[in-house]
């Protein structure tokens, strides 16, 4: 039976994004019910963190061990880059072609950024 040594990585991660999709799903639902105009720039500024984020998660931990360091370390530099470019895609859809107004989504963005460092802290 083989170890996987990024396991704990991966189970942290999908743990983390978790916490995101929870978070981010109160505050839908909590804008949805106090300013519905804003719903949509507030699940698209959610997912312009989660996406991206969980791509970056998947991408990180493919590898693991000293004889893979090498592939560790370009897998991850990879994934932000890739992250990065997400990112910047959904900001310009968001503000292209949906006009979505800049303080909701951004504060989604900026609160599942936060769940995911919150919840990093609570499962270490």
């Known amino acids: ?26 505050l839908i639902v909590a804008v949805l019910v106090l300013k519905p105009e804003y719903t949509v720039a507030v699940i698209f500024g ?31 530099s990879q994934g932000l880059k ?7 895609i959904f900001f310009a859809i968001a503000f292209s072609q949906l006009n979505a107004p800049p303080f909701p989504l951004m504060g989604a963005y900026v609160l599942a950024m936060v769940s995911q460092w919150f919840a990093m802290y609570r499962l270490r």
Do not use: D, E
């Open 1 to 26: 039976m083989p170890l996987n040594l990024a396991n704990n990585g991966q189970q942290l991660a999908k743990k983390g994004i978790l916490a995101q999709c929870i978070s981010s799903l109160v």
């Open 82 to 88: 890739i992250k990065l470019v997400l990112t910047v």
């Open 46 to 76: 959610s997912l312009s963190f989660i996406i991206p984020h969980s791509f970056f998660a998947y991408w990180s931990f493919r590898y693991a061990g000293a004889t893979k360091s090498k592939l560790v370390v370009q897998s991850f």
